[in-house]
């Protein structure tokens, strides 16, 4: 991929990243209410921002983001709120995941699927014992994760020339 659609394809991610945040701040405030809406925010700011860092061979924007998340799950427990990680935080997390998976070495790159497993398993977590736990933000986590483990690993095999 050549750098003016890399620098596109980024430009409508932090577009949809921004709206997205927008919406998501409205809706929580709506609904909670207080400054919890910030709390998500904040989580999404940073894990977009690792999203549009991201590249070939880093490591560290895959693993803050998997970080972010994981701590937005622990927050969210302990401190009663919402399940964590957020939609915005999902879909940066989504892009991290599959970009490590299509770039890291093996091993690494197996460590991010199971990292962005871990988080979904959390989230699952959060709900419990209130309910059974496949809320909608577990469904919209689980199945961002799923997406994100599916074309990492079809773009890796493409790339490796393996299909024709």
Excluded: K
Aim: hydrophobic share 60%; glycine share 14%; net charge positive.
């Amino acid at each position: 991929m050549d750098t003016t659609h890399r620098t596109a394809m980024n430009v409508v991610l932090g577009l949809v990243f921004v709206m997205g945040l927008g919406l998501t701040a409205y809706l929580i405030a709506g609904s909670w209410g207080g400054l919890y809406w910030l709390f998500d925010c904040m989580a999404g700011v940073v894990a977009g921002v690792l999203a549009l860092l991201r590249g070939p061979q880093r490591t560290w924007p895959v693993a803050g983001g998997l970080a972010v998340a994981a701590v937005g799950v622990v927050v969210a427990r302990v401190a009663d709120l919402p399940q964590e990680p957020g939609p915005v935080t999902a879909l940066a997390l989504a892009v991290l995941v599959g970009s490590g998976i299509r770039t890291l070495p093996g091993p690494r790159a197996a460590a991010v699927a199971a990292g962005g497993f871990t988080v979904v398993v959390g989230t699952w977590l959060t709900a419990l014992p209130d309910a059974a736990g496949f809320t909608v933000v577990t469904v919209v986590n689980a199945v961002t994760w799923l997406v994100a483990v599916a074309l990492g690993i079809s773009l890796r095999v493409a790339r490796a020339g393996l299909v024709t």
